[in-house]
């Protein structure tokens, strides 16, 4: 019986982490999560640099302790294709263009019918040493427009 329960926690930590899977930003599609990429910023646009005084006519202060949120859009991609990256407060400094970054457990957001990539509180954006690819900005994925259909059966 000691000889069982030692054995357990080997196997416990051996199927703990798995190694990432990085994808290409050509395969990325509509409602998808968990992508890990490596991709070179190209653009890097602030969006939103003001916190949420404006919004109910309250003082951001009392509100949020954390201070405004900022929002940018960034071009990223690596040599399959590119898409619109939404940065997100302590993102934004990291996004600058000519900065090669993994973004691990990323997402697809669709934003007015075309994708943006996001990662929230549950991924990492990591900045890594620079990358030998030329980012395809022929095939931005952030310019296909979707639209849900229902079918009716």
């Not at 019986?1 to 030692?6: F, G």
């Not at 997402?107 to 007015?112: H, L, P, S």
């Not at 019918?113 to 994925?141: C, H, I, Y």
């Amino acid at each position: 019986m000691a000889t069982a329960a030692a054995a357990a926690p080997s196997t416990a930590a051996t199927s703990e982490k798995k190694k990432p899977v990085f994808v290409k930003a050509e395969s990325l599609k509509p409602g998808t999560h968990g992508h890990n990429l490596t991709v070179k910023v190209v653009d890097s646009k602030t969006v939103k640099a003001t916190g949420g005084a404006s919004r109910g006519g309250r003082s951001s202060a009392s509100l949020n302790t954390r201070g405004p949120a900022r929002l940018a859009e960034c071009l990223v991609g690596d040599e399959t294709g590119s898409i619109l990256f939404t940065a997100r407060n302590e993102q934004v400094d990291m996004m600058t263009p000519g900065a090669t970054v993994i973004l691990r457990n990323a997402k697809i957001d669709m934003f007015k019918g075309s994708m943006r990539l996001a990662v929230d509180k549950w991924g990492r954006v990591e900045v890594t040493e620079p990358a030998d690819f030329d980012v395809n900005q022929e095939n931005n994925l952030s310019l296909v427009e979707y639209e849900l259909v229902n079918v009716e059966e």
